[in-house]
Every structure is written in structure tokens, then in C-alpha cells.
Antibody
Framework: QVELVESGGGVVQPGRSLRLSCEAS????????MHWVRQAPGKGLEWVTV????????YYADSVKGRFTISRDNSKDTVYLQMNSLRADDTAVYFC???????????????????WGQGALVTVSS | DIVMTQSPDSLAVSLGERATINCKSS????????????LAWYQQKSGHPPKLLVS???TRESGVPDRFSGSGSGTDFSLTISSLQAEDVAVYYC?????????FGPGTKVEIK
């Protein structure tokens, strides 16, 4: 079964840290770039970060740059999101997402998000 | 960053009637070398993750009912539900994946009139 399963969400105080995990199954994980996308309560979708298939490149939204770190372990089919210095406005459901992009003469082109996890709720509150 | 806008914010349509959602990007998302628009549509039902409906502006995903269709090119796009069904009640988002950061529209809520 092709799926992504997030874990690690919860309630955390401002300034503290939390790590999310996303385990993939049913497809060749190491072939895909992976993203984290978040959705604050009652709000729209916000891209957070991406790691390329081999972890060689990582990019972050300005809102999380310097505080969040994405990583992956292709031997475990898992992508992680380390979130430090959490703030109230980081409260959201965090989705792990597969990128349906492709390489063209060594240049990577992003693609549509063709597989989503069920989401992990992170609540930052004192 | 490419800014995505959608209209309307919400719409209420009678069962069996047509619903059309518009999406506009602040820059063209048409990649000239392959003549493809890097534009997707997602459906999000309450309490669920988004689901990819349409990619490359007009390619319907496998299993998506043919009442859903995407169109447009460059900076102007639309998603049409030709005959609204009760199960189509959801928020619909457009997204560009032409350039980083990948950005979404604010969403359009579709309800039954």
C-alpha cells in the first residue's frame, strides 16, 4: 500500500523543540523529493521545506529558515522535520508530501504533490 | 515568489449544476521547452489531507471523476465541476510548482445551495 505516515506531533511550549517523522511505504522512497507542508487551524496550505531525493539539496520557507531542519534516511524510508525555537504561529497540521517531479539533463523540476500523509498536529502553547 | 490568487473565495451551487473556480498566478507558469503549465489543483475535504485532482493544468489524476476538468495556460487557470455532487463539497486549492517556493492559492470553498 502506497502511503506516508507522520508521527511525533503534540503540544509543546514556545521556544521548545519537536521532531516529526514521516515513514513511506509502497514505493521507492529514494527516488523522490519530499516536502513538508503545513496548515494552520482554519487556514490555507503553506509550503515549509523540501529535500531532494538523495538529501543533497534542502530549501526552506523564510518563516522557518534557521529554526527548522529537514533530513531523510533512505535506508529507513523516512523523512524528518526537526523544529526548534517553536512559536505560537507554528501551530498547524504538518503534512509530509511526495513530489512528483523529474530530472531533465541534471536539472530537477518540481512536480505536483501526488501523495500526502494524514498530517501531524503540532500545537505550540504555554 | 509567485503569488497565486483564486476567485471566488466561496461559492454555493445546486446539485447537478456547474461550478467554476478561477486561479491566477503573478507570473507565467508555462515552461516553454515542453509547453507544460506547472499548475495543479487539489481538493481538501473537512478533516482530511488534500488530494491531487489535476496536474499540468489539465491532466486529471487516475480515479478522479470526469466531471472535474482543468484548463488554462500562462497565468490564468480554472477548475470546473460540470455537475456538482454532494461529495464534491470541499475546499479547492491551486498550486504552482514552476518555481521555488512552491505556492498555493488561498482556497475556494464549494458548498451546496
Amino acid at each position: 500500500q502506497v502511503e506516508l505516515v507522520e508521527s511525533g506531533g503534540g503540544v509543546v511550549q514556545p521556544g521548545r523543540s519537536l521532531r516529526l517523522s514521516c515513514e513511506a511505504s509502497g514505493f521507492i522512497f529514494s527516488r523522490y523529493a519530499m516536502h513538508w507542508v503545513r496548515q494552520a487551524p482554519g487556514k490555507g496550505l503553506e509550503w515549509v521545506t523540501v529535500t531532494w531525493h538523495d538529501g543533497s539539496k534542502k530549501y526552506y520557507a523564510d518563516s522557518v529558515k534557521g529554526r527548522f531542519t529537514i533530513s531523510r534516511d533512505n535506508s529507513k524510508d523516512t523523512v524528518y522535520l526537526q523544529m526548534n525555537s517553536l512559536r505560537a504561529d507554528d501551530t498547524a497540521v504538518y503534512f509530509c508530501v511526495r513530489d512528483g517531479g523529474y530530472y531533465d539533463t541534471n536539472l530537477y523540476h518540481y512536480g505536483p504533490y501526488d501523495l500526502w500523509g494524514q498530517g501531524a498536529l503540532v500545537t505550540v502553547s504555554s | 515568489d509567485i503569488v497565486m490568487t483564486q476567485s471566488p473565495d466561496s461559492l454555493a451551487v445546486s446539485l447537478g449544476e456547474r461550478a467554476t473556480i478561477n486561479c491566477k498566478s503573478s507570473q507565467s507558469v508555462l515552461h516553454s521547452p515542453n509547453n507544460k503549465n506547472y499548475l495543479a489543483w487539489y481538493q481538501q475535504k473537512s478533516g482530511h489531507p488534500p488530494k491531487l485532482l489535476v496536474s499540468w493544468s489539465s491532466t486529471r489524476e487516475s480515479g478522479v471523476p470526469d466531471r472535474f476538468s482543468g484548463s488554462g495556460s500562462g497565468t490564468d487557470f480554472s477548475l470546473t465541476i460540470s455537475s456538482l455532487q454532494a461529495e464534491d463539497v470541499a475546499v479547492y486549492y491551486c498550486q504552482q510548482y514552476y518555481s521555488s517556493p512552491l505556492t498555493f492559492g488561498p482556497g475556494t470553498k464549494v458548498e451546496i445551495k
